[in-house]
């Protein structure tokens, strides 16, 4: 047999019981390789060591308990996904503010065509839709 055949068969010999043909030819390659019996020492050890461990259990409502420690005193969520609507929310309204200042300032200085559109002063015609600077340099 294939030496991963017979490292899978290793494994299972911890996990059930192998038939007589498996067992035989485990027991034979053991037998042969030295390398295959230290490997079968290491994962009964590594076996034995996670088996020795302690189980620990969580009491009932665990998750429930543990949100509730996670939230801050003002009573908003520390999570992520919340901390990013709630960040994203305040950058949303900074950024109308400023948009908002900024086409006040460009209609009062009359440096854009924006004054003219926006109250009708300019017709659209066919040179502005494919250039839109022409009007600027046309003054």
Same mark, same amino acid.
């Given at each position: 047999? =294939?030496?991963?055949?017979?490292?899978? +068969?290793?494994?299972?010999?911890? %996990?059930?019981?192998?038939? &007589?043909?498996?067992?035989?030819?485990? !027991?034979?390659?053991?037998? /042969? /390789?030295?390398?295959?019996?230290?490997? &079968? @020492?290491?994962?009964?050890?590594?076996? !034995?060591?996670?088996?020795?461990? $302690? @189980?620990?259990?969580?009491? $009932?409502?665990?998750? *429930?308990?543990?949100?509730?420690?996670?939230?801050?005193?003002?009573? &908003? $969520?520390?999570? #992520?996904?919340?901390? =990013? *609507?709630?960040?994203? /929310?305040?950058?949303?309204?900074?950024?109308?503010?400023?948009?908002?200042? +900024?086409?006040?300032?460009? #209609?009062?200085?009359?440096?854009?065509?924006? @004054?003219?559109?926006?109250?009708?002063?300019? @017709?659209?015609?066919?040179?502005?839709?494919? %250039? $839109?600077?022409?009007?600027?340099?046309?003054?």
């Amino acid at each position: 047999m =294939i030496k991963k055949e017979i490292e899978q +068969l290793i494994y299972e010999s911890f %996990d059930r019981s192998l038939s &007589q043909k498996e067992g035989l030819i485990l !027991r034979e390659a053991l037998r /042969s /390789s030295k390398e295959l019996r230290t490997l &079968q @020492k290491q994962i009964g050890a590594i076996r !034995r060591t996670v088996s020795e461990i $302690p @189980k620990s259990e969580f009491k $009932p409502f665990f998750e *429930t308990r543990m949100m509730g420690i996670l939230k801050n005193r003002s009573g &908003q $969520p520390a999570g #992520i996904a919340e901390l =990013i *609507t709630l960040s994203f /929310s305040r950058v949303a309204i900074a950024a109308s503010i400023v948009l908002v200042i +900024l086409t006040t300032y460009n #209609i009062q200085m009359g440096t854009s065509g924006l @004054k003219n559109n926006l109250l009708g002063y300019s @017709k659209p015609n066919i040179e502005n839709a494919f %250039d $839109p600077t022409l009007q600027f340099i046309q003054k």
